[in-house]
């Protein structure tokens, strides 16, 4: 808008210059985004990324006063609060069939899609995956995001069976499942405190004459320890394997992103996924699929079937824009400096019931020894307490990732974007807990 | 909170009393509805809609200021506007593996799950189908929402093909192919204008020693006609073969929830699906499921991978309770006018053109020819005139649900929510449109 | 933004250029508001609103994270909640001594004023008063205005006292007052059932030696007719004694500005008064002042002390967008109808109980009888009923601006904005009350 | 609402008592705050406050759907957001001609000024004047209420005349004059840098035959100090004066305060008056008024004339609970520390240019002498740079509150809720354009 030259007999100039840099101070890192489409260094405030928002709601065709509306559906609301729930977006994205088409009623939120998936792949790229080629933000879960992946590689590349090693978590199993396709289980095994995959077993199993591919997880509780996805990826290189990484929420580690990349260097790495709320302060709901090829990812959103919702797209979108890259290295630095508080003073409770820490490598949690004690209850007595997140994991079982895991425990993460006092209220609570109940 | 016993010292009590009055006409129909669970008779304000999410989300432990989070995912966002931007429910709705289950972080998000499901359930009982038993809104696309209930059949009924009487529409086409399972097309033949199943396919197909099951269609574009789901779910019950129906935008039709309502007294229907946004005026990117056996609800939100986003849920809730039955029910009758004049306007325009409204029962869209005219070209003219929503389709190209269908036509929708003025807009470009072309 | 030319890749041109339509439909109005600064005939919509306020609020320095503030006062606050009740115009408006003058740290606030009065002004002209040359809108009531003017009047013109035909409402006194002037009563006189000014007494009193001026008033309520400005006006003139109208709320009818219009042309009218929230359907707390002399307007806006709080003017702001000429003419027939309505329904009311309709002249309100009634507990009993606004006067109480009216009554209104159901509802309720104790 | 109760079949019981604990959490402190009306040791959180005032709100009659409304003003908007602007106060607070008087249309916003005047006293009270009374918060700049307090003076206590130790400010003249008061300029005097009223002078007018009120100052820039408010409050209790103290931004200051509160006890004070924005970092607009006498704030209060607008009100509300005490506490230490660190940088500076700090007494600015520099200019230059708030000022112009100062300076100040930064920028920013300028 030329408010400038408008309105310059109103106030005076130099008045209005004042106005005018402020105004462009907030204004010109929105264009620099629609321009150049990275991830920002600096963080974005509220109101620019609500003013980005109301841009791009403002073109989708339910705004147009003027439209003729004659389709059955047509971005039609209840009532405008309906309207602002859905960020005014109210047309999801997409068009049936292909989740990352453009939307001809829906310009705004096409563009909005679009500048999230380019902004979304350089953050993966950035914070540690330069070797990926691209990528998209889907509305659905880790799981059902897995699910789409896998019923790609039945659909286009015939795989019968996903070998998956052992974790003991539904998500992953629903989504293979949801495909159509048999999941074999990759067997684990104890290596001191730490349970880990049998690698000979998928070594055996991982042939292509085997209709398989492979799911493997870099991120998951003590004492389950990350899989070895460098030395899973040669395999799959070798036999001509397809190989999905979930990648749940090792986005904030330097260390796992480090071992992706190398994985996707030295060996064969279909498609890489990631939640969106355990790595970039996202509500629940979305998640990033990047892969190493285009025509795999096109196979992907194709599988989606029909229009989606866009709430968790710019979501996320906002997400990026408030944290931008300079903000997420503090957040990840602070997240390694919490984790070595929380085993210092998990450590020192330990010792002062005479339980001890599992000595296992996980770069977000940490699980003390909870031998004979009541475990279940004091995971419970946590909840009522407010501490919310820990596990509470008896010998026996499910949880473990193994059949007969020698000691109950409990784990606690020290997760990205939790805090110091998170940490340290909830050790305290826990001390309180057990030294009233002794 | 007893403000008026606090404070009554502070302003004279009459006032209060009045005050007292006006607040409580803004609560109480929120208790009812905690009460109740019913969808309304009166609509909800938008100020009404925004106060029950406000106390329902603030029951999530996110909210918790004395909380010690120290799970991996715990509801932590970006910045305040990230939250807003998900209505507050930053942890989304259910647990991995289970889309419906309490979620222990959010008793917010899960009490707003639930009531959403029963008020959705009493609306779609009300609104024409009193004898379906259950049901839950799906943060999903109806074609996803297709995969999922393709995949329970699949787990747990065996099902390996399904019977698709031919709708020339990708979604429910990528749904059946997401779950692994093979889509047996059956073929429509032409009756007058009017495009029908072949049911004597259906009927020799339809065995359960072929594991199959049948996806029926009551919505789509004419010159396709609504499945005789009546008769389906006859030939589905003598067979034992599972049956569901895919009703789209349906539950704005008094008429096509009738059929529904008679196919399930006479015959089998095991599922009802709908979408959110055609019939309910909520943003695109949910559905609503409805089954006549809870069990087999309880097969298909399971088959869910993980945690889902509540924005399609919460939107739903709010687009209820801003419509109310009373409102509905004026807003479908002004659909059967709009439909009315759809026809007789077109009805003139095809007379003045030399062209005619084809003969097909559609209660929402209605469609006329465009015989020796470049249909393509003048739908890609409407576009550009703001007409939104009309289909231009080519004889012998995909569309019509049959290969050969003898004409070129354009079909309009009166659809639910739609005004006289969009139908009269629409047919005056039109109009515009043919005679500068001709 | 030239997000067009910056994305033409990323999503189809022909997409791209319907969002534009779509987006610029939305953006020129208020372009060409900011140009032309007139009030619009067509009505804004809330989201064009909201985008203008958000870019003028957006150049002020608070905004601008790269500023250093080292004054007293630089719109800080204490919570990004406490600058949304602001509408982010933190810094108020004007500086201390000047209250339209532009404020160097808020070049967006006094933007949003300048505009404000523009419009303002066009609105009173339009609306009426065409023979007006300047105003302002003020963050005070209407009686606030009137303080601030009469001191003008005090300070630069000498006037000692104002003569002020007797109303019943202490607003104006009270204003008087707070400039320290002194207020000499015109007294009334009964004309058949009507109060009227003895316009005789103020020809004795109003002569230049006296150092006066006259505050007439154009609206109360029955049985007080509006003064005869025209009248007023000549004699003002005549005697060159300073002349301001109190207009309360007389923008809505047509008749009163016809009679303002000609006292300007006929006589002396120095400045008119008009409350934004009774004319404008605004908040309550602001005031336009048009004068009909620049310097005038001058003296006002400078007895002002301090800086202002901004809300009363972008909410009037707001207000006038929302409206525009063509609602507001709407809304002014609709006012006349429900005038008539409303004396209809309230003589038949009458009649039923041998009542009778006071035959005062006012084109808003209009009273019945209740002699020999409690009409203060009918008063009473109604605001309990959930009617507001009602006037319920006993003879030989104040009220009447006669000290012996001869009959005790109650009063109603149909202001602008009132329903036809609002007047309806009030005068069932009122029949029922008066049933009921009989 | 017995959300609990209804809904315990809904969602498991420990779930349902956990979220009721989170729930009970952020509504216990409103419950609090309604029962004991003090100002909060703890801040609120905005979605608290929000809470708060959506409650209050809801009460106003214009929320009644049932009402009929026949009144001429009836909190009717021209539109929804018109309404958000003024937190859905819109029948603005108290009644014409008392602005602190219940409303009978708004029982909300009656309670709402009710709680915000009891928590500003309080706050007032705690901050450092436990022997103030009463007070109110009223929508009025600080300027404007000293007209208020003059006029309420004059009317009620027969004073013509005002002493004003000089200030070279607009606001408190214009103030005075709008009252229709006569301002007597007390003289200042140099005492070395600073420049202090000249008392003798003081006690020589101050005369209670001379129908005089002394108005004293607090807080302005050096070479002002302030006021001796002791000193003066004991000459006006010996001679019958009443004395009112401008403590337009004192409160933030534990000094001035202190001062205050000696006097009050040591001599006589009638009424301190103090800004909401410049002390309770609430946006500029409001001013709160306390005294040590009910009587006289009633005589204040009913000097307004008319309703006024909400909106500084419930902005005030807001900021008080924003803040609380600890909060403000710690925001009192942060300004002093600023206070040194402006003191020490400024004189580093000062130093390396041959310049020096004015030795004045003032705890919250400081002032740099600018001798045989374009003082004038530089100012113009910083604000250019995005330096908001310094003021410059050329021997022999207003400003320093005396005729001949004997230098140029320039005044920088480090006020409450300004950053470490702020100063930092600021004094570089000199720096750089005191260097690129030599």
Redesign the interface.
């Known amino acids: 808008?030329?408010?400038d030259k408008?309105?310059s007999d109103?106030?005076?100039k130099?008045?209005?210059?004042?106005?005018?840099?402020?105004?462009d101070?907030?204004?010109s890192p929105?264009?620099d985004l629609?321009?150049r489409r990275r991830f920002p260094d600096a963080s974005f405030?509220?109101?620019q990324?609500?003013?980005l928002?109301?841009?791009l709601s403002?073109?989708?065709?339910d705004?147009?006063?003027?439209?003729?509306?004659?389709?059955?559906?047509?971005?039609?609301?209840?009532?405008?609060?309906?309207?602002r729930?859905?960020?005014?977006?109210?047309?999801?994205i997409g068009r049936?069939?292909h989740i990352t088409a453009?939307q001809?009623?829906a310009?705004?939120a096409?563009?909005m899609q679009?500048?999230t998936n380019q902004i979304a792949i350089d953050a993966i790229q950035r914070l540690g995956l330069p070797n990926i080629k691209c990528g998209a933000v889907l509305?659905?879960?880790?799981?059902?995001t897995?699910?789409?992946v896998v019923?790609a590689l039945?659909?286009e590349h015939g795989v019968k069976q996903i070998l998956f090693p052992r974790i003991d978590?539904?998500?992953?199993?629903?989504?293979i499942?949801?495909?159509?396709?048999k999941e074999i289980t990759v067997p684990t095994e104890l290596q001191g405190d730490a349970v880990v995959p049998d690698v000979s077993f998928l070594e055996r199993e991982a042939k292509s004459e085997n209709n398989c591919a492979v799911l493997s997880t870099t991120?998951f509780f003590p004492p389950r320890e990350s899989d070895p996805v460098k030395e899973i990826a040669k395999i799959c290189s070798e036999r001509s394997v397809p190989h999905i990484i979930n990648n749940a929420?090792g986005v904030q580690s330097r260390k796992i992103m480090k071992s992706i990349m190398s994985a996707i260097d030295a060996g064969r790495v279909d498609a890489v996924l990631q939640?969106t709320?355990?790595n970039?302060?996202?509500?629940?709901?979305?998640a990033i699929v990047v892969t190493t090829r285009e025509k795999f990812l096109e196979e992907i959103v194709?599988?989606?079937?029909?229009?989606?919702?866009?709430?968790?797209v710019?979501?996320t979108l906002?997400?990026?824009l408030?944290?931008g890259l300079t903000r997420y290295q503090k957040l990840r630095d602070e997240q390694q400096e919490n984790r070595k508080l929380?085993e210092k003073e998990l450590g020192q409770l330990a010792e002062s019931i005479s339980q001890r820490i599992l000595d296992v490598k996980n770069p977000?949690?940490c699980a003390i020894t909870m031998d004979d004690m009541d475990v279940k209850e004091i995971g419970?007595r946590l909840?009522?307490r407010?501490?919310?997140?820990?596990r509470a994991v008896k010998s026996g079982t499910p949880g473990s990732c193994i059949d007969d895991y020698p000691h109950d425990y409990l784990v606690?993460?020290?997760?990205?974007?939790?805090t110091k006092?998170?940490?340290q209220?909830?050790i305290k609570?826990l001390y309180k807990e057990l030294k009233s109940h002794k």
């Open positions: 808008m030329e408010i408008l309105l109103l106030i005076p130099n008045m209005m210059r004042r106005g005018r840099i402020t105004l101070e907030q204004i929105l264009k629609l321009n405030s509220d109101s990324i609500e003013l928002l109301t841009l403002a073109m989708d065709t705004k147009d006063a003027e439209a003729a509306r004659v389709g059955e559906r047509e971005g039609r609301v209840a009532s405008p609060l309906v309207a729930l859905a960020g005014n977006f109210v047309h999801g049936s069939g453009p001809p009623k310009a705004g096409s563009l679009k500048l509305p659905l879960s880790t799981g059902m897995i699910g789409l019923s039945r659909r978590h539904k998500s992953p199993t629903r989504g499942s949801l495909a159509g396709v991120t929420y939640s709320d355990k970039f302060l996202a509500p629940v709901g979305g194709k599988t989606y079937a029909g229009r989606g919702t866009a709430a968790p710019f979501q906002a997400a990026l408030a944290l929380l977000i949690a419970g909840y009522n407010r501490v919310t997140g820990p606690m993460n020290a997760a990205i974007g939790a006092s998170d940490i209220k909830a609570k």
